[in-house]
């Protein structure tokens, strides 16, 4: 065949970057402006690219609304691409539910004005996830195009192959060697035209098992080319027969190789590296202030703000629809690579912040509305008879530490349960961090306690009452003080030294010993907001060489607690020519906070780190007795295992760094046992061994540099951005930093280490309550088996009035899932991730029955039999 030319006329939009919104906006405006004027003039210029996402065109009608019937036009008509996505998301850092939602989303909006382009478009993303082959096949999309994190040669691969998900999905992925900017501002004089033919296109054939080049023509917020089909003409002319050369879309490419698929090698796994482009692993652990902050608020709505909703829409409220539409939007357009992942000017992310805290207000007014329909009124004060209810937003029982802020001071008070027997109880003071997802009851300087919330029903409620007085009941508990330095309960004893306040951790049930665990390590960082870079010379800083003072604050009967301070000198900043630290040191306060809970298998901690230094990362490690040469990591919808041991890298554009992207939790294994260490909000980690062959688990804290990019970095090469400073990148002030240590026999997953991490990262929610009002909860509940599945939405349909419920394998097992429910499911579906419905499901009454493969993210619709209301 004819080696063919596709010219891409496209623009990749930076929603917000080294701009501000508002600056990029007025960009979009007219570059759009632009392309709807050169639409109207040349029918010869057949197609534009949007990027992918359909923000941008809200973003545009905002300002121009008289233009949607232009928009709508070319929509149709198949010159203008718009979605499938609704912003161009960071995958790493952002949960799968989120990446799912972002295509449910966009797909909603480019139908609404005009159809949607099913084109894994995904040009400028850090990395992909292994399971975005499964996640963009749940859409009908069975492509994908990129340009970063292949770490393969192209020789062995070429620039089109097939990528397969762990569950089986297959896409056609086409590799951009040359960048989604291989075209911009194509030259019109011909020899030069000729000339990038003769560089570029006889250079690239040699990797297109199709025969056809892609020509990006656009860029970062670049105007359409207008004159492009005439120099097309003019190409096509001089190249004669040699070329096809032609101004178009990317689907005949898509459905030409999809004709010789059988001839596209198979790659599976995630793509991290940086071989061909920078991968920018750095924003893993940048402004870390936005990743925990995005993770709280992805949990409120996911967990806490969406089920309720749902369950009060079952039980007769209307489903609050367009408010959790705007608040997912609203998050959403924190999650394009250059606002979550820190990178982008100071300004740019105190909007971020802004918006988060907007998505956080929607959702606890939809939290408080649900409560109140579902309980019959939360209580702001003490006039009323009062009660505590506590959901349980996991599909199963749970007993767990519940923590609560009364409406009163609560120094003699009485909790009962249920069945009237009083519940052990234990008031928190206002010093000790307390990380509370869920604010439906806004209380200041009034009574914070925690207590046990013995098994909560799935998907489900406990109410407890409130008695005035203290109890005289006598708690048998196994939580206590042991000594003046060191907490215990039936679990682990937990010792602290005054050596930096490290710990020694006595695991009862086993007799494992782990010592010097959670020591900070701080270092130089000579890099920016993208990547990591030690300097010239620099000298590692180790908490144990402080003297720290320890204090037991808690003694249980629900919770003991050590304070460890310690005062962490380190130097000021870098010099001033940044080839090492400064020789001022200056005083960094930090007070850890170690917890053990009654019955609970894990140790929280609490780090309260007051940052005054510049130019460090600091780091905490958790040295094991495991030997291992892999790591488990919780990521997308997968548990992935990654090898230690680097690739060589020698003449890869970005070496390879040996730190890696989680989720919720990371662990180490042999097999007969091991050690996971969760998180909330703190994705960077990295798995290295001591001299003994023992694996230490390195979570990072922060990074803090002063420059969105810089060209003199030694783990990258040359820039990354434009070289502004961003002073707010040094992270100054004071910061909390939760993880959990989970030591456990076996492997993670016969252990059930990882319920005991996602219990960790989402916690029970409780609201002080009236019990004079009228309780709807008693006979609702939801629960999903086996436990090898996890949740991941509890919603209403986008287009109809039936349930949704979508969750995932993390066993690789094949097995039969089982929904139940409180009431008969007249009629359920499996859908795909668009809720389009796929084949009938046979509920057997109250109980939904449906198959898992391996890996596979399942999403059923039920229609219940009425309401519960």
């Known amino acids: 065949m004819k080696s063919k030319i596709l010219f891409v006329s496209h623009t990749h939009h930076d929603r917000e970057w080294y701009l501000p919104f508002e600056g990029f906006r007025y960009i979009l405006v007219r570059n ?36 949607e019937h232009l928009i709508r036009k070319h929509v149709c008509s198949g ?39 099913k084109l894994g478009y995904l040009p400028d993303t850090f990395g992909h996830t292994a399971q975005l082959p499964q996640i963009l096949r749940g859409f009908n999309i069975d492509n994908f195009i990129f340009h970063r994190g292949f770490g393969e040669s192209l020789k062995e691969y070429g620039c089109e192959f097939i990528w397969r998900a762990p569950d089986g999905s297959e896409v056609i992925a086409i590799y951009l060697p040359k960048s989604y900017c291989n075209a911009n501002r194509f030259p019109d004089d011909l020899e030069k035209a000729l000339k990038w033919i003769e560089e570029s296109v006889k250079h690239l054939l040699k990797y297109s098992k199709a025969g056809v080049i892609l020509a990006m023509n656009g860029c970062d917020h670049r105007p359409p080319q207008e004159n492009i089909p005439d120099i097309i003409e003019k190409l096509g002319e001089a190249v004669g027969d040699e070329f096809e050369i032609i101004h178009g879309g990317l689907f005949d490419y898509i459905r030409l190789l999809n004709s010789i698929r059988d001839r596209l090698k198979v790659f599976t796994g995630e793509m991290i590296w940086g071989r061909y482009h920078p991968i920018l692993t750095g924003v893993w652990s940048s402004r870390t202030y936005l990743l925990m902050e995005n993770l709280r608020t992805e949990a409120i709505l996911t967990y806490y703000a969406e089920p309720l909703a749902t369950i009060a829409w079952i039980m007769g409220m209307k489903y609050p629809q367009d408010q959790l539409t705007y608040a997912w939007k609203t998050l959403l357009k924190n999650h394009p690579h250059d606002s979550i992942c820190g990178c982008s000017t100071d300004e740019v992310h105190r909007e971020c912040m802004t918006r988060f805290a907007k998505v956080q207000h929607v959702c606890n007014m939809i939290i408080r509305d649900s409560m109140e329909h579902l309980v019959g009124g939360l209580a702001f004060s003490s006039g009323d008879e009062l009660g505590i209810v506590v959901f349980n937003p996991t599909p199963y029982e749970r007993t767990d530490v519940a923590e609560v802020m009364l409406p009163f001071d609560a120094d003699e008070v009485t909790i009962v349960d249920e069945e009237g027997n009083v519940v052990p109880h234990q008031l928190v003071d206002d010093d000790v961090p307390s990380y509370s997802i869920v604010h439906p009851v806004k209380l200041v300087g009034k009574g914070r306690i925690i207590f046990m919330a013995e098994k909560v029903p799935s998907m489900s409620f406990r109410i407890y009452r409130i008695r005035s007085g203290a109890s005289n009941v006598e708690f048998e508990s196994d939580v206590k003080a042991t000594g003046k330095d060191s907490i215990g309960n039936k679990y682990f004893r937990v010792k602290a030294s005054e050596k930096g306040g490290t710990l020694t951790v006595e695991d009862l049930r086993s007799g494992r010993v782990f010592r010097e665990i959670c020591i900070l390590e701080d270092m130089a960082d000579a890099g920016d907001e993208y990547d990591y870079s030690p300097p010239d010379k620099d000298k590692v800083y180790y908490s144990r060489a402080y003297k720290a003072s320890i204090k037991v604050i808690e003694k249980g009967p629900v919770r003991a607690c050590l304070r460890i301070d310690l005062d962490f000198k380190l130097p000021k900043s870098l010099t001033p020519d940044r080839s090492t630290r400064s020789d001022e040191l200056v ?5 850890i906070y170690v917890f053990l809970y009654r019955g609970i298998p894990r140790i929280d901690i609490a780090i309260k780190v007051d940052n005054r230094s510049r130019d460090h990362r600091l780091r905490v490690l958790f040295p094991t007795d495991v030997s291992s040469d892999v790591s488990y990591a919780d990521t997308h919808f997968y548990v992935i295992k990654r090898p230690l041991e680097l690739p060589k890298g020698d003449d890869w554009r970005q070496p390879p760094l040996p730190t890696k992207p989680q989720r919720m939790w990371v662990d180490v294994n042999d097999g007969e046992k091991g050690f996971m260490l969760a998180n909330r909000g703190l994705p960077e980690y990295e798995v290295f061994k001591d001299e003994n062959g023992r694996c230490i688990i390195a979570l990072t804290l922060f990074r803090a540099v002063g420059w969105l990019s810089r060209p003199d970095l030694k783990t990258r090469r040359g820039n990354a951005g434009p070289q502004i400073a961003t002073p707010d990148a040094q992270c100054l002030g004071e910061h909390v930093f939760y993880c959990s240590i989970i030591p456990h026999e076996k492997n993670w997953l016969k252990s059930r280490a990882y319920l005991v ?24 509940s939801m629960s999903l088996t086996p436990k090898t599945l996890q949740l991941s939405a509890f919603k209403k349909a986008e287009d109809d009035d039936t349930l949704v419920v979508r969750f995932y394998d993390v066993s690789g097992g094949s097995y039969t899932a089982k929904l139940s429910f409180p009431v008969r499911a007249r009629a359920a579906w499996e859908t795909n991730l668009n809720e389009e419905r796929l084949k009938d499901l046979k509920p057997k009454e109250k109980e939904v029955e449906v198959e898992i493969n391996p890996y596979k993210i399942k999403t059923i619709s039920i229609l219940l039999e009425g309401l519960l209301g």
């Not at 005083?587 to 007070?591: A, G």
């Open 757 to 780: 991490a996602r219990e960790f990262n989402i916690p029970l929610m409780t609201a002080p309550v009236k019990l004079s009002g009228e309780v709807k909860v008693k006979n609702w």
């Open 587 to 591: 005083s960094n306060p930090v007070s």
């Open 79 to 117: 010159r203008l691409a718009i979605g499938p996505l609704y912003v161009q998301p960071d995958e790493f850092l952002v949960s799968g539910e989120s990446l799912v939602r972002n295509l449910l989303i966009g797909h909603r909006v480019a139908c609404k004005y005009g159809g949607v382009a």
């Open 32 to 67: 759009i402006d632009k392309l709807l004027d050169i639409f109207e003039k040349d029918p010869r210029f057949r197609f534009f690219l949007l990027d992918g996402q359909t923000v941008v065109i809200e973003d545009y009608l905002e300002i121009r609304p008289y233009m």
